[in-house]
């Protein structure tokens, strides 16, 4: 009895370890096979392939599949993020434009902070690159976001960025204003339903007045990120062609669930893209 009690004790420290090892362990070098890296993550998650769910929720979905290196870095150092978009096996090298880019990679840790929305430029072969530095520690979710013959996909992995003590935090409680580098902006929202469809108004201003002559950005007057407080889903959201006032920026949205939301509205003024943070509640 004592010994197999002894072993099952190993058997429960050894599976401790491996997932400690996983979650900070060091970060990869650049020297590490691309291969070898991205055959060996493109495992690591569940693919969302059915047609109910929302987008961002695995590596592979509709027969496509996001293979991406390194996923373990060091907070602070600068990194190349590599990554290929695959289907049936073999590298995507035509993307249509999606808001005027053929490839949006959205990094965000999973409590929510950390927002950025890149875009990254691709080689011959079909493998996209850019910097990317991580200056705090955690979980990120790295998103990519793209269009192949007229069909939008979004695909999602996690990077591990080690250096220190991360604390899991929820989402900031609903507010209906927010301030981003002397701008203030407002949302009103219609009551808000789980999957009913809704129009979101963004007023902005600066110093009191209402933001004049607001510069298209991404093909639109502004691009709007939307992710569900827990697994991260990432909600497509399309803006509306017609709006009220011209510092009014409106968006349709569709929540699936009951649930807080983390909204990312960006912007351009003056020749500058700015962002603006929300959490929105969906009641149950």
């Not at 970060?27 to 493109?42: I, L, P, Q």
Request: hydrophobic share 40%; glycine share 10%.
């Amino acid at each position: 009895m004592k010994i197999g009690l002894f072993v099952l004790g190993l058997a429960a420290l050894f599976a401790v370890s491996v997932a400690i090892g996983s979650a900070v362990g060091p970060a990869e070098t650049e020297s590490s096979e691309m291969e070898e890296t991205m055959d060996a993550h493109g495992g690591h998650e569940t693919t969302a392939g059915a047609a109910h769910q929302p987008a961002g929720l695995g590596v592979s979905a509709d027969a496509y599949t996001l293979r991406l290196t390194p996923t373990q870095v060091e907070r602070g150092e600068e990194r190349v993020l590599r990554f290929r978009i695959e289907h049936d096996g073999g590298a995507v090298t035509e993307f249509d434009k999606l808001h005027e880019r053929r490839m949006h990679l959205i990094v965000v840790r999973r409590d929510g902070t950390g927002f950025r929305h890149l875009h990254p430029e691709m080689d011959a072969a079909g493998t996209w690159a850019l910097p990317v530095a991580f200056s705090q520690p955690g979980v990120y979710r790295v998103f990519a976001d793209f269009a192949v013959e007229g069909e939008q996909e979004t695909l999602a992995t996690d990077v591990f960025a080690s250096g220190g003590k991360f604390e899991a935090r929820p989402f900031p409680a609903p507010q209906p204003d927010a301030e981003t580098e002397g701008y203030e902006v407002d949302l009103e929202a219609e009551e808000l339903v789980a999957g009913k469809p809704v129009a979101l108004s963004f007023a902005l201003s600066e110093e009191g007045h209402p933001v004049e002559e607001l510069q298209p950005y991404l093909g639109a007057d502004g691009h709007l990120v939307a992710l569900r407080e827990g697994d991260l889903a990432f909600l497509h959201v399309h803006p509306e062609e017609e709006h009220g006032a011209p510092n009014e920026i409106v968006f349709e949205a569709e929540f699936p669930t009951a649930g807080r939301y983390r909204l990312y509205l960006q912007f351009r003024h003056d020749g500058a893209v700015r962002t603006a943070e929300f959490t929105v509640e969906v009641p149950r």
